[in-house]
């Protein structure tokens, strides 16, 4: 038995002695679906899975594995597009699975808050808040698995981030359990606390590398009561970005979704769910997916058609169809889903999160896709997302033809020749996904020194150890 | 010549010599205004007031101070209300205030964002937006002097908040000078950007411990064009809070103000303002001053109408009157304004800055009225704020004829009275004013060991030698 086996099985053993057998999975086999990402591109181990059922067994797993000398990597619904969850060094670095810590700790209508655990399903929070009337506003793709304290963790986006913000603008309060295993309560749910540095931002965004968020106070909202969504065909992405600023004035505060989408999405989405028929009639260069809510008195309806037969007679929409009912709207939304399955379907293929500001971010969407072209002719490069926040997913796909080898220089250059127009638009190579282990390395190629240093000197002084998801996001020199 | 002002007239001299006579107030005549506070309560002195006009000048004094081992206490507007801003030891002490650094660099419609430098006023800055038809929606009464770098440190709220959050909300990206003088450049406006843990977090509402904030992106909205101002008496606090949630729901997101007045309000602001007439015929036990607003397509009159007409015939609104025109609605407006101005006629007088979760506001105010009574029967203690905040400003107003120790004694014993409150109902001691040097001792008291770790070890990461605005917020042990 080779000395780093041995290691590894007298920590597994420690580990269930101090923390007891239900808490600890030491079978690899068991620990398989911890250690695989969302889409199935990389398969790594760990030491063990550990899966506290409280607070407390949290922090004790955290001294557990300090006396040990073991890392920590935290998981929530193992949704991840970075590898932030997956560890890079399997005979040192634990997992630490929220999944058992679920339970919703308070839902107060007349605070318009909620607290849950971490490990709960982003999913399961906006149906047990909907039954008291209530919205938790966060939505995207992968809320049916993902977990709140991921979502913190991440700072996770997706279709609403126009109205709502992102997970940190729904965040009241958190609880974390730090490195050395003491408890950080700050599971307030106050609007307004001006008491000194709002230590909550620092763990929102940080993917673990600053402690386990073991519990999260979120704002509510009123459900909205009137929902209208539109699918509508443009000219060009131009002309979708030019029709997003008229919304959001016309509109005001009130819309809640603004997807742009290629013709090929539409392809993609039959591609990957046959049943789905095309809902507006005529090819147009690009389709805008838009809803409108509201709660209480407002007239959605009246509102979104008013709006509609304005941008028409204007010529600012070529076409369009509204959503008879809320089961049609849904059925709209599915295109939007069924695109990223359909891609999915495609094979390993190039998938980038990136931002821009509103201004510029029709030219550098067309020039992006310009240059793609030019590498790629035989590829499907296609682009889509949420124009309101300046945030476009560039994807390349290889034709069906392509083998590995030329997939995988695909993605390479591929990836290149984005990030590198993303850094002449001043952009952000990573919009709402983080950071990761996946894109470590272009993160830190492109940090100035000062942003560097600040970012290493917060993490030396929250983990001066460095057991936090060591591997993800920046590095100590 | 004693060896204190032997060192400081040196120092002096040799900030002159090192950034330009223009650049440094010398003499205590000139520093007399950096040196008082808002409300006139304490006035203190600094070695130097430096008064940089650009980021390189702020480097450079940053450099300047550390060479010299000299402090810095960085100042906006000065219309702080903690003392975050006045030095506490004078001879060590150097303001470095951004007034000269007042230029708005970039005003993007199409962006919905503006970058301007941390000396701007914040009406100043609401002007020019407003120029460009766009909307920033900070709103408080000292806006008019303060500066948007003050705010930032400070995390202002004010009015508006329910609507559109805390200065933290609408900050985009920050340009730092850090302790050592190097600059940190993260002056974007991208709405998601998900590279690592956000910085601009961490000097949001740090009150200039961590850094000097030099220039400000900040988000844009579309302008108002319709704005409906209601002044509404209800049966109690209670009612008002009942109404805020109803409010809430029937006019979706489209709210934009909720403050409620005691009748005691009105007295105080004719005080302070002999021509205001009474709006509203009868006495109510409680007052309601609400605005809706919102461009575009939205018909913002219609809606107050109806919910007005639905609360009125529910009894859950006694009698009320709307603005008939702008010009009427910002005269309701100065009722709580000049509510404010009528507390400072009446001599040195406590106010506190609080907040509890909503569901428990109207218990903990009763409460804490009662409390007071008990203890100044004399004295008027009134309580107002931001409802849909949850945040109440518990003030105490002792009689004419007391003198300064029994106003003394009133303000020490208040305060601790309602502190106590607060801390039974899990509130904060500051909602939106911040800690600075007036609430340190408050604030520290009863910071978890958990929390107080961290905040020190985030201070002595980012500023190792102590030498950022030292005395604010908290003391390393």
């Known amino acids: 038995m080779n000395a780093v086996l041995n290691t590894v099985l007298q920590a597994r053993a420690a580990l269930v002695e101090r923390l007891g057998q239900d808490a600890v999975l030491t079978d690899p086999a068991d620990q398989a679906r911890y250690c695989r990402d969302w889409h199935g591109d990389v398969a790594s181990g760990t030491v063990a899975v550990i899966r506290p059922r409280s607070t407390e067994d949290v922090s004790k797993a955290m001294r557990a594995c300090a006396e040990l000398g073991l890392a920590v990597v935290p998981q929530g619904g193992n949704t991840g597009l970075v590898l932030g969850g997956i560890p890079d060094q399997p005979d040192h670095q634990v997992i630490i699975s929220l999944e058992r810590m679920n339970r919703v700790r308070r839902i107060d209508e007349d605070d318009f808050s909620a607290v849950v655990e971490a490990g709960c399903i982003v999913a399961n929070i906006k149906e047990a808040v909907d039954a008291h009337g209530m919205l938790f506003p966060l939505g995207f793709g992968a809320e049916g698995s993902a977990q709140i304290g991921g979502s913190v963790g991440t700072n996770a986006g997706g279709i609403n981030v126009l109205r709502y913000g992102m997970t940190r603008e729904l965040v009241l309060g958190l609880e974390v359990v730090l490195p050395d295993g003491s408890i950080w309560d700050g599971l307030t749910t106050l609007r307004k606390d001006n008491r000194g540095i709002s230590l909550r931002q620092l763990f929102i965004g940080a993917e673990g590398t600053l402690g386990i968020v073991t ?32 919304a959001r004035r016309d509109c005001c505060d009130l819309m809640t979704a603004f997807e742009f989408m290629p013709p090929e999405a539409f392809m993609l989405a039959i591609e990957a769910q046959p049943d789905l028929k095309m809902p507006i009639a005529g090819d147009y260069p690009a389709y805008v997916l838009m809803e409108v809510s509201g709660s209480g008195l407002v007239d959605i309806k009246t509102l979104l058609d008013q709006f ?56 550098f969407v067309e020039r992006t896709l310009f240059v793609l072209k030019q590498a790629f002719p035989d590829s499907l490069s296609i682009a889509y997302g949420h124009v309101g926040d300046g945030n476009a997913h560039i994807n390349v796909l290889p034709p069906a033809s392509a083998d590995i080898a030329e997939r995988q220089r695909i993605l390479y250059v591929g990836k290149n020749l984005i990030n590198e127009l993303v850094y002449e638009y001043q952009g952000s190579i990573s919009a709402e996904h983080g950071i990761g282990r996946l894109k470590r390395p272009e993160f830190e190629q492109k940090l100035a020194p000062a942003h560097k240093a600040l970012l290493v000197a917060i993490r030396k002084a929250i983990d001066p150890e460095g057991r936090m998801n060591p591997g993800c996001q920046v590095l100590a020199d």
Chains 1, 2 share one sequence.
């Open 215 to 246: 519990a999260v106070a979120l704002k509510l909202l009123p459900r909205p009561t009137q929902v209208e969504t539109a699918l509508l065909g443009v000219a060009s992405l131009h002309d979708a970005i030019a029709l997003y600023r008229r």
């Open 308 to 363: 509609l037969e304005n941008v028409l007679e204007d010529g600012m929409v070529q076409d369009g169809v509204v959503a008879a009912s809320r089961a049609q709207g849904i059925n709209l939304w599915r295109f939007r889903e069924g695109m990223n399955e359909g891609q999915a379907m495609r094979g390993v293929h190039l998938r980038t999160d990136v931002s821009v500001s509103l201004s510029t971010m029709a030219e």
